[in-house]
């Protein structure tokens, strides 16, 4: 090779190529295969092939020859460093030592990964499958820098070899030979190039290549310039094309940044070795996730609360570090402790009540939370003196605070989205939080929370799976520690727009969107306990209304017998891992709840229509009574109040006149009881333990008065 050459093959590599065992070794190779001189010219086509597969072979012998004398520097340090040669025995007596040592570390690290098998069921398999992506990865590396070294080597000595040039577009080698052009994501082979739905040149070209003899510098250079010019074309195709997707979806091209960054953290990943360095020496750690940032809401007094909040914690960055190629620092800032407000230590936790409520309108007409925190500010002692307190309701009033100070705090981060975990979530979170990342790169646009604890009945429409990538790994004492869990290949979606009962709110994701939209609506409207006026959120529609997009989402997919709605024939085919229902099909199921019912009835049969049928509420005075949703009932409670529904054939929504009517005919059978001497215990025998809640508590879990009460104005 030419000193010109070289020094051309240096800049390539960043390094300076003499002076390196593996540059000598590459340099050697080269070096012979030209011939003694160094000067002879070959016929490109005869040889070509062969000139590459002995530099890559060159390359890979040449890693073997770096490390081993990088081990024998190191090996030969240790006597070095005493400033005298060791003798012959010396070194025999120091090598066995060596080898002793390493062969005890050896040992210590094959019980190691033993005991961390063992605590993670399918770990040893992962492992081997990231050993093989990271060789091949490798492999790959190694060739490419080889041939495009080469490459320069040839154009600089003998004019430019038409056979093996190779094109780089877009950081991707493209062998000219076969005529294959990588351009994004789209592969031509032998013929065409797909760009978007452009046709280009490069293929062509290719194919005219393959009847020519070798050509001269200038012809290799035109069809080079050519190859070049055709996959700027397809570039520019294919950019108009990802503008035009981009355009008709708002949230794609954050989708595909997604994707992308996903694909480096895994190539990067397959490269690095247990110790979490590169495989090249670099001593960089591997990208961090851009997973959602973890709240966990908790007493941060020393308690059983505080340690299951440690412990969740503790499990979140444990899952980043072992299975997302995070360093500790790293895996560590996932998820944070938030102090939780209790009313009843008021003022000792009073500062985070006084941010959940920053920036609420203030004055007279301030509602519940917000007016009680301004009651404990006006009194001298700050001590909690509000409605809320006199009723024995400081845990609700306390829970919304905790919520909405994470809301506060979250959306001053500036964060697309977040996750708001209470300090039981570690026992009832239905979504690994090694799946955050990409349920929320696959939510639909207008999606404002996700409720993550499961459910066991139809929430609404399923939407879709999404892959996950915390298979295998579900750790003890977690939810989704269940074999069938663990054995999961997919997170399913669910709309939460059809589920008169609620999910917990242990664990909940939100958008930007949709915090700010519960901000804004509690500074003007006020809230309610957090899990029932959550939920109601989802289910309610009013022209005005606040109107939530909710969903829920867990690893554990629902049985289709307890669905309402559209189910797919691929859900419970394991090997489709990602895939949604048409978009039409869930519009139509969000306002015809008359035929979500009857596709559930079909599946499951009695056993849906009395525990999952959806049955929603409309006031009489509403315009478009199909479309608006003011309350709605579950079917085993309207069945134990007498009201005769059958949600398979009736026509939905429920106007209230009507329901007004058979709880009038309820009451009048009641008072005729009462009449007839029934005692207060009598009425409470007579009505089950769904009907007393549906009659004697209101929407926020506030009892309007006791059964007495009740039984009285009968």
Known sequence: MTT????????LLGRDVSSTPRANADAAVLDVERGDDGAGRRDGRARGGRRVAVVVAAALAATAVTIGAVRGTAG???????????????KALRNARIAAAAKAAEEAEAERQRLLNEAHPGREQRMEHRAARRAAVEKAAKRNEVVDVERSAVAEEEGGDADNATLVVDGTFVDADNATLVVGDAIADNSTIAAGEETSEVAALGAQHHARPAHHVNSAKARNERIAAAAKRAQEALAAKEAELNKEHPKREQRVAHRKQQRAKAAISAVTDVGGTAAT???????????????????????????????????????????????????????????????????????????????????????????????????????????????????HLGSMLSHMAVWKKALDSG??????????????HAVSPLDYAELESELPENTDMVFLEPDYLSPGQFVKKIKSSATGTWGEHTHGAEECVNQSSSVYLYKHNHMCGGVGTSALMFTKRG???????????GAGMISTWLNSKCI??????????????????????????????WYDDERVVSESVPQPDIDEMDFNPKKFNQLGCARGGRAFAETAAWLPISADHTVDSERVVSNCMMASIATSM?????????????????????SDALQR???????????????????SDDAKAYLFESDNDVPYGNLEDVASSF
């Open 4 to 11: 010109d050459a070289r020094g051309e093959r240096a800049a």
């Open 76 to 90: 030969a340090g240790g006597a070095a460093a005493l400033g005298s040669k060791p003798t012959a025995s010396a």
């Open 281 to 395: 020496g670099s001593t960089e750690s591997a990208l961090p996730t851009n997973t959602p940032k973890i709240y966990i809401i908790s007493d941060t007094q020393p308690g059983e609360e505080l340690e299951n909040a440690k412990s969740a914690q503790a499990y979140v960055a444990n899952l980043f570090e072992t299975y997302a190629g995070m360093d500790s620092s790293e895996a560590a800032k996932v998820a944070s402790i938030e102090e939780e407000t209790f009313p009843a230590r008021w003022p000792d936790t009073l500062e985070t009540a006084k941010v959940a409520m920053m920036g609420m309108t203030e004055g007279d007409d301030v509602r519940f939370p917000v007016k009680d925190v301004q009651a404990t500010l006006a009194d001298k002692d700050q001590h909690c003196v509000g409605e809320a307190c006199k009723l024995g309701l400081q845990k």
């Open 415 to 428: 964060a697309d989205s977040f996750v708001v975990w209470e300090s039981t979530a570690l026992a009832k």
């Open 515 to 525: 915090a700010q939209r519960l901000r804004d609506y509690v500074a003007t409207n």
């Open 540 to 569: 309610a529609k009013h022209a005005d209304g606040l109107n939530f997009n909710c969903y829920i989402a867990q690893t554990k997919k629902l049985d289709k017998s307890m669905l309402g709605g559209v189910v797919p024939t």
């Open 642 to 662: 007498g009201y005769t529904i059958d949600p398979c054939a009736v026509d939905l929504p429920l106007r209230q006149s009507d329901l007004n009517a058979q």
């Open 669 to 687: 059978r009641a008072r005729a009881a009462k009449a007839d001497g029934a005692s207060v215990a009598s009425l409470s025998l007579a009505l």
